[in-house]
T-cell receptor
C-alpha cells in the first residue's frame, strides 16, 4: 500500500462543476502539499497545509490531521483547470512523498 | 531570478552510455532534490542534498550518483544507462526556514534504448 493515496485517479467534469480530489496518507507528516502539473510537464506548488483550510482564488484545500486526510476543491471549474493534481506529504529532511496524481479534465 | 533550471530538456541514450543531468538554482536554497516520474506513477526521490558537500540517498538511488560542490548546482549522473531509467527527471529546491515550498525545474525527458 502506498503511503499517499489519491482518489479519483481520473476525473472528467463539465465546465462550472464543483471538483473534489481526495488524499489519504498513512505516515506522520509535518505538512501536506498540493501541486499542479500541466500538460507541458511543469510542476507548481498550489498549497502547503499543516492544519485547517487555505483558499486561493477558486481553489480550496483542507486537511484533517487526526483522520490523515486532505481534500482539494475547485469551484466553478474551467477548462484551464485541466491538469494533474498531486498530493505530497512532507517528512524528515523536508523530503516529499508523492501520491500518484489525479488527472482532471474539464470539458467546455 | 531564473528559479530552477535543468538541461537538457530531452535526451536519447543508448544502453550503457553515461550522461549528466544538470540542475542549477539561483535562489540560494540549501535543500535540493532529484526526482523521477514514470508514467502513471508518483514522483520518486532519487537523491537529495541539505547543503553544499552533503548528499544522501532517496527512495530509488540505484544507477545514479550526485554531487553538490556549490549551493547552486546539483548534477545527477547516470552511469551505464538502462531502459529502466527511461523517465522524466525533475530537480527541485527549497530554503529551510522559509515557506518550505519546493520549486521545481521544467524536467528532463530521458529515453534509453
Amino acid at each position: 500500500k502506498n503511503e499517499v493515496e489519491q482518489s479519483p485517479q481520473n476525473l472528467t467534469a463539465q465546465e462550472g462543476e464543483f471538483i473534489t480530489i481526495n488524499c489519504s496518507y498513512s505516515v506522520g507528516i509535518s505538512a501536506l502539499h498540493w501541486l499542479q502539473q500541466h500538460p507541458g510537464g511543469g510542476i507548481v506548488s498550489l498549497f502547503m497545509l499543516s492544519s485547517g483550510k487555505k483558499k486561493h482564488g477558486r481553489l480550496i484545500a483542507t486537511i484533517n490531521i487526526q483522520e490523515k486526510h486532505s481534500s482539494l476543491h475547485i469551484t466553478a471549474s474551467h477548462p484551464r483547470d485541466s491538469a494533474v493534481y498531486i498530493c505530497a506529504v512532507r517528512g524528515g529532511a523536508q523530503k516529499l512523498v508523492f501520491g500518484q496524481g489525479t488527472r482532471l479534465t474539464i470539458n467546455p | 531570478n531564473a528559479g530552477v533550471t535543468q538541461t537538457p530538456k530531452f535526451r536519447i541514450l543508448k544502453i550503457g552510455q553515461s550522461m549528466t543531468l544538470q540542475c542549477t538554482q539561483d535562489m540560494n536554497h540549501n535543500y535540493m532534490y532529484w526526482y523521477r516520474q514514470d508514467p502513471g506513477m508518483g514522483l520518486k526521490l532519487i537523491y537529495y542534498s541539505v547543503g553544499a558537500g552533503i548528499t544522501d540517498k532517496g527512495e530509488v538511488p540505484n544507477g545514479y550518483n550526485v554531487s553538490r560542490s556549490t549551493t547552486e548546482d546539483f548534477p545527477l549522473r547516470l552511469e551505464l544507462a538502462a531502459p529502466s531509467q527511461t523517465s522524466v527527471y525533475f530537480c527541485a529546491s527549497l530554503h529551510e526556514g522559509g515557506a518550505y515550498e519546493q520549486y521545481f525545474g521544467p524536467g528532463t525527458r530521458l529515453t534509453v534504448t
